[in-house]
């Protein structure tokens, strides 16, 4: 598995395992937990994707059970904040709503740290634009968690390059990357700037929802599944590494998080690192995708 330098001091497996699901599964015991972790470092998948909010503001605390201090050594941690929904230890909200206030940011690195039983985050986003945000705060406030030594790196989520460049004004700290939804069924970012500002300044963007939340394999997009499982067939694994494949093949850098309970699914996310697209392949994948030829 390639690994992809966040930071001067941070790198990512170039895959990462998301947790989002992590709470809506039949099973959140500690070893069920430790063994969807370790089926990810067999295979070098080494970096987790978190978020406050998951799980009704659960997941965090469901990996925090799980983790002994010999496995939170061997992983890197993301997770977000800055969504407010009137659930879990926010139930009283009025209205669901974001708030990069600072007194909100040092709060939910607290709650993180406590929740995930660690000392340190490895890189902290937020998780949406703040309609409402002071970007001096919010970015005083990212500065703050840096300096204290809780959070490694910092960078944002879904966020437009005109989001990126108001918080980033108001920061001493780079911005290490943006996590926003990108795959065969929302591939827009690669046409409207969003890759291509990131790419310019060589930062990384991280994918959520590579495979489309399951639309990917609809039946109205059969074309796009044959394309797929044919590329698939051709070297050996499934059609959804090669929709992963297609993302890793992009100059970008980019890195796919994929999320599944299933311990069968989880041991074969690493096929797509695999497989080595080129040019004609993945615009053969992309004609399918966008229905029509190119220009």
Avoid at 4 to 30: H, K
Avoid at 119 to 147: K, N, Q, S, Y
Avoid at 274 to 290: C, G, N, S, V
């Amino acid at each position: 598995m390639d690994r992809i330098q966040i930071t001067p001091e941070l790198d990512f497996s170039r895959i990462v395992y998301g947790m989002w699901r992590l709470g809506d599964d039949d099973n959140t015991a500690p070893e069920h937990v430790q063994a969807k972790i370790s089926a990810c470092l067999d295979q070098g998948i080494t970096t987790m994707d978190q978020a406050d909010i998951y799980g009704g503001y659960m997941a965090e605390e469901i990996l925090g059970n799980a983790l002994t201090p010999d496995l939170r050594n061997k992983i890197e941690i993301v997770t977000k904040c800055d969504i407010v929904a009137p659930a879990g230890r926010y139930d009283k909200a009025r209205v669901k709503h974001y708030d990069t206030s600072r007194a909100h940011i040092l709060a939910s690195v607290e709650h993180s740290l406590r929740l995930m039983k660690t000392d340190r985050i490895d890189l902290l986003l937020i998780h949406r634009p703040d309609p409402f945000m002071d970007h001096h705060e919010t970015g005083a406030a990212l500065d703050e968690v840096v300096a204290a030594g809780k959070v490694r790196a910092v960078g944002v989520s879904n966020f437009r390059p005109w989001d990126w460049t108001l918080l980033q004004s108001a920061m001493k700290t780079p911005l290490s990357t943006n996590q926003i939804e990108l795959s065969l069924m929302t591939y827009d970012a690669f046409t409207n700037g969003d890759i291509a500002f990131l790419q310019e300044r060589g930062i990384p963007p991280m994918a959520w929802s590579p495979l489309g939340g399951g639309t990917l394999f609809a039946s109205s997009r059969e074309d796009l599944r044959k394309e797929l499982k044919k590329v698939g067939e051709e070297h050996g694994v499934d059609a959804a590494a090669v929709a992963v494949a297609w993302l890793l093949a992009h100059p970008a850098r980019i890195l796919p998080v994929l999320g599944t309970n299933n311990l069968d699914r989880i041991a074969r996310i690493g096929d797509a690192a695999k497989l080595k697209m080129d040019r004609e392949t993945w615009f053969e994948i992309y004609t399918h995708a966008i229905g029509h030829e190119v220009a």
